[in-house]
């Protein structure tokens, strides 16, 4: 039998750097940032960006540790056989092809021997043709009304990348002359609070809903696509399906039976995981219904543009792969698992949510790819919100409590430009002000203060930072931030020998839920509570029946056909409420 690969922990590059971190702490970041040619050489420009990863705690012995690292892990040929469509999520047996989601018309990539290329074209030529034919009316509402408004309802990565790119977009002023008259809500928490947050005001008659599911068997998405579809036919009859509700899934068959017409359904691959499935129709069918297909091929184009950089360029100037290394140097040598995402640009507002998925669904795995206890704690815990918000919320902790390392990404030009007449600078500038003297506070160690308040007032500095900066955020530079951050979980999760492409932690959760939606309907058709018998613990148990007893009713009404209209009008008084008056 074959000797089994070892650790990664156990390389000679590992135990390198673990031995090279002793050199490391006896410097300060400060007087790394004195070294010029040190700051040159972790300075790096391309695509247009400019990546500064000179307050890391690192030098260039650091750096090219970091590239043995990456040598031992086989990195590059990792990445290759992503590209070639090689069936790396051995666990799913499935190959991680979201990059020819975004792929050039021309371009070949294969899975099992067959070019993709041409059928993801397909989908987005379908996608463009009813997109220009709802924005242009040639699609109208069973009444006759163009539909103006899209309710996408999805969940996980059928919903936060999506919603990411829709809140870049919403304030771009190209985007935003496209998308004039049109409204694109999304609706993924399967609480009956998001329904009515989602449906609140729209009127059905001009409203589309496009059902989001990889599986088409996500209960939170099918009950939401089910209470869509109430909604809709309590209004405007059930023939209003086939002109109000399309789908995307990679499952057409339970689209059908679901009732949506699978013309009207927009397929992708079981070769596009969730997570990373934005380019897919999952984010380019509702985004192109609200900003067109000229910003969206723009959008893949963008994140296009990242693939073929992390595929090609050298792994000293590959941007993916330098911030992957670094944080891997940041989390299993530096001891710092967490990483905070800092926007200094109100339109990012939801790149830390989608990337907490992309980051810690992928890579929060406990063993190797072989299925091996890992000897090392793999994944990054991912949290974030814009500057300056978070400079009012959250960043004393970063200052003087725990130490976490950062990405704070800036924008040369803003989206929006302001610059009112008495101010020393624009609102922007102003932003940026804060932008500078945020990743510069970090490194520095200050103590010019009374005394008494030395130790309150010291900011110890020495926490690692990386300084990103986009000349503008575009359909284009919103794709390649995307692919950036998508290919730097890769590079993790290659580099821990993980396979960051499934996601059995979420499934056990699932099946709980299941089993307890059978008790809670079992105790309301039988108007009894929970006995220890049931099969469920004492703490559940007991927490169960105090639920059921705060209902104002152990036992349901009788559950309606149509959707409960008062949900979204609150003059009436909601249904459970009427029961109890
Ligand atoms: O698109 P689907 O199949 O509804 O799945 C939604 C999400 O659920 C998960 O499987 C787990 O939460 C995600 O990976 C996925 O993005």
């Known amino acids: 039998m074959a000797k089994p690969a070892p650790s990664i922990a156990e390389t000679p590059a590992w135990k390198a750097l673990q031995e ?44 090219k540790l970091l590239m043995d690292l990456a040598e031992a892990s086989q990195l590059r040929s990792k990445v290759e056989a992503m590209f070639r469509g090689e069936r790396i999520n051995e666990t799913e047996d499935r190959a991680v092809l979201h990059v020819a989601t975004r792929a050039r018309r021309d371009q070949v990539i294969t899975e099992g021997g067959k070019n993709v290329v041409p059928e993801v074209w397909e989908v987005l030529d379908k996608i463009k043709g009813f997109a220009d034919k709802v924005r242009g009316g040639g699609w109208v509402g069973v009444t006759g009304k163009p539909l103006t408004n899209v309710v996408a309802v999805g969940i996980g990565g059928s919903f936060l990348g999506p919603l990411f790119v829709h809140t870049a977009l919403s304030t771009e002023p190209r985007a935003m002359a496209s998308s ?48 869509c579809r109430a909604w809709l036919t309590a209004q405007l009859g059930p023939e209003s399906v086939a002109k109000h509700m399309v789908a995307v899934s990679t499952n057409l068959k339970l689209v059908e039976e679901f009732g949506i017409d699978p013309v009207n359904a927009f397929g992708f691959w079981d070769w596009v995981g969730g997570r990373f499935s934005v380019c897919s129709a999952v984010g380019v069918l509702p985004l192109t219904l609200q900003y067109g297909w000229d910003v969206m091929a723009r959008f893949l184009a963008g994140a296009n543009a990242m ?80 500057g300056t918000n978070g400079q009012h919320s959250f960043y004393q902790l970063i200052h003087q409590g725990r130490v976490i390392p950062c990405d704070f990404i800036g924008i040369v030009r803003s989206q929006q430009s302001v610059y009112l007449k008495g101010e020393t600078v624009s609102n922007h500038d102003e932003l940026m002000c804060n932008f500078f003297a945020q990743a510069t506070s970090l490194e520095l160690r200050s103590a010019s203060v009374p005394d008494h308040l030395v130790p309150h007032k010291v900011f110890t500095g020495n926490r690692p930072s990386l300084s990103l900066l986009l000349p503008e955020l575009n359909a284009y530079t919103v794709g390649q931030l995307l692919a950036l951050y998508e290919h730097q979980v890769a590079v993790q999760g290659f580099v821990w020998n993980i396979n960051s492409f499934d996601q059995w932690g979420v499934e056990l959760g699932k099946v709980l839920a299941s089993k307890l939606r059978t008790k809670i309907a079992e105790a309301r058709t039988n108007s009894r509570f929970m006995a220890g018998s049931d099969g469920l613990n004492y703490s559940t148990t007991r927490m169960v029946n105090k639920y059921l007893a705060g209902k104002r009713q152990l036992v349901y009404d009788t559950p309606k056909d149509v959707f409960p209209v008062d949900l979204l009008n609150p003059e009436k008084p909601a249904a459970d409420e009427k029961a109890a008056i």
């Open 20 to 63: 090279h971190v002793v050199d490391i702490e006896q410097t300060h970041l400060r007087d790394l940032l004195s070294d010029q040619q040190r700051c040159e050489a972790l300075i790096k420009e391309d695509l247009g960006l400019y990546l500064d990863l000179s307050r890391q705690r690192v030098n260039q012995t650091t750096l």
């Open 307 to 386: 693939d073929d950089h992390f595929r090609n360029a050298p792994l000293e100037s590959n941007l993916p792969v330098l911030m992957g290394l670094v944080s891997v140097w940041n989390i299993s040598f530096m001891g710092l698992p967490a990483r905070a995402l800092l926007p200094y640009c109100q339109a990012l507002s939801k790149l830390a949510p989608h990337i907490q998925q992309v980051s810690m669904e992928s890579n929060g795995k406990g063993v190797d790819i072989k299925g091996k206890p890992l000897p090392f704690e793999a994944g990054e815990i991912d949290f974030g919100e814009p």
């Open 180 to 227: 004039r008259g049109r409204e694109l809500r999304f609706l993924a928490n399967v609480d009956p609070i998001d329904v009515a947050t989602a449906l609140q005001g729209l009127d059905p008659e001009t409203t589309l809903v496009v059902i989001i599911s990889k599986t088409f068997t996500t209960a939170e998405t099918m009950l939401n696509a089910r209470t």
